[in-house]
């Protein structure tokens, strides 16, 4: 089975095709265009008539993409948002509170708050919700222009059953195709990134939509007859339909594709990426293949969320910026950050602009290194990325024990991963993190699982 990478990114988009064992057979590159399936049209026709491979030998393209990043960025084709919130406690902060001006007007955002919504140990907090308000609320002429929908309930991790009744009620009344997201399947504790999240992955259901329509048909016109996937923030891959329902999954897939390609080129796991860009330079760590993540409560577009992100060090100069010493400085500066205080980490330089860099740039601790094909780094992370499964819970400890729910939370994840396209002879746990809240009662434990699996 073939396997087609393709990363979209702001200035370039890159092909490549690998076969069965993860040899590469061909690699293309050519200047991005606004209109993305334009872009992945032309540099198709590239790829197949460089390689000659029969389309119908791909069984699988992965894309990558920073579409929605640029989008948020600029403000620019982002749907128009509602958001119900439900809790028990009528709130004196809006939603978005402390988000741009800018990015509040591009979004129009309307705003119903109503009963509903559960307590710290997953007990609902009301008696019942009242659907008549949030009928109501969308029937209003100033609402007629939503276009997409955020419900947040207090505590939903822990109990997600209001949310899911709410949008149930939506669809009912918007059609079962209206975009609606609810904040349970985006974030855990911290009611606003958790709303934020869902708010921006809400604006950004119009930008994924439009771009990628008529995705399939076009792969298909190459006789390219295959899933489709999209690489996450985290390196893994998910479904085409599921890259349009959870859009802000995507927004930094670019940079982790290039992280993971970084990796695969040199067989190193652990070590630092620099990662130059047209006109930026992103700097982080791999840890066993993969991004290290940053701290949760991390800003995008200037609004604090808690996604998964990989922990990245952003510094505005790349390929195209006339070369200056200082660069250097400010390299090294940001390479020191991520090393280790004994034993220092190979650097990898990778991306458009990482071969000029790299002949410059001097570290005397540890190896500096140019990988082959450092300017395909993000196809080739995009198409050797594994398929993953992830659980993000909360429990409340009277019926169970620790062990219990970490081993719960396990098979959930395991079968996430195999419902996503994992073969279940590949499938293993990446990841466990238990979180208990040292601020509340003991009894309240939050399990971080991941597993992940080859197609």
Not at 17 to 25: N, Q
Not at 55 to 68: D, F, Q, R
Not at 330 to 344: G, T
Not at 365 to 383: F, K, Q, T
Request: proline share 5%; charged share 20%.
């Amino acid at each position: 089975m073939l396997r087609l990478g393709i990363d979209v990114g702001d200035s370039k988009t890159v092909c490549v095709v690998m076969d069965e064992h993860s040899a590469l057979i061909g690699m293309r590159t050519q200047a991005s265009t606004p209109d993305i399936l334009a872009g992945i049209d032309s540099v198709l026709e590239q790829i197949l008539k460089l390689t000659r491979i029969d389309p119908l030998e791909i069984g699988a393209v992965m894309i990558g993409t920073s579409h929605c990043y640029n989008a948020l960025v600029k403000g620019e084709n982002l749907a128009k948002v509602a958001v119900i919130r439900l809790g028990q406690i009528q709130s004196v902060i809006p939603p978005l509170f402390d988000a741009p001006e800018t990015f509040r007007r591009a979004v129009g955002l309307h705003f119903l708050q109503t009963k509903g919504g559960h307590e710290l140990d997953g007990s609902s907090s009301v008696q019942k919700l009242y659907r008549h308000e949030i009928e109501a609320f969308l029937q209003r002429d100033e609402n007629r222009e939503i276009e997409a929908l955020v419900i947040t309930g207090t505590f939903s991790p822990m109990n997600d059953s209001h949310e899911k009744k709410v949008a149930e009620w939506i669809r009912d009344q918007l059609g079962p195709e209206f975009p609606i997201t609810v904040s349970h399947e985006l974030g855990s504790v911290g009611f606003i990134e958790r709303e934020n999240a869902a708010i921006l992955n809400a604006a950004l259901s119009k930008v994924m939509t439009h771009s990628l329509h008529g995705l399939g048909a076009l792969l298909k016109g190459w006789k390219i007859d295959s899933p489709i996937y999209f690489t996450q923030n985290d390196g893994t891959l998910m479904s085409y339909e599921h890259a349009l329902r959870y859009p802000i999954r995507t927004l930094r897939s670019e940079i982790t594709n290039g992280f993971r390609g970084a990796s695969f080129l040199t067989g190193i796991e652990d070590g630092v990426v620099v990662d130059v860009h047209r006109d930026t330079t992103y700097i982080g760590t791999l840890e066993g293949g993969f991004p290290k993540e940053g701290h949760r409560g991390e800003h995008i577009a200037g609004i604090r969320v808690n996604v998964d992100m990989p922990k990245i060090v952003r510094l505005p100069f790349g390929a195209c910026t006339p070369f200056e010493i200082s660069h250097l400085d400010e390299i090294f500066q940001a390479v020191q950050r991520f090393q280790p205080r004994y034993e220092p980490l190979p650097i990898l330089f990778v991306g458009e602009g990482g071969a000029a860099f790299a002949a410059h740039f001097k570290y005397p601790w540890s190896e500096v290194l140019l990988p082959r094909h450092y300017l395909y780094v993000n196809a080739i992370g995009a198409c050797i990325a594994p398929i993953s499964g992830n659980s993000d819970r909360m429990y409340w400890l009277d019926h169970m024990s620790q062990s219990e729910a970490v081993e719960r939370t396990k098979q959930e994840t395991i079968k996430a991963a195999i419902l996503a396209g994992a073969k279940q002879d590949t499938v293993v746990i990446q990841s466990v993190k238990t979180i208990p809240f040292v601020y509340l009662p003991s009894k309240a434990l939050r399990i971080k699982v991941k597993a992940i699996g080859t197609l």
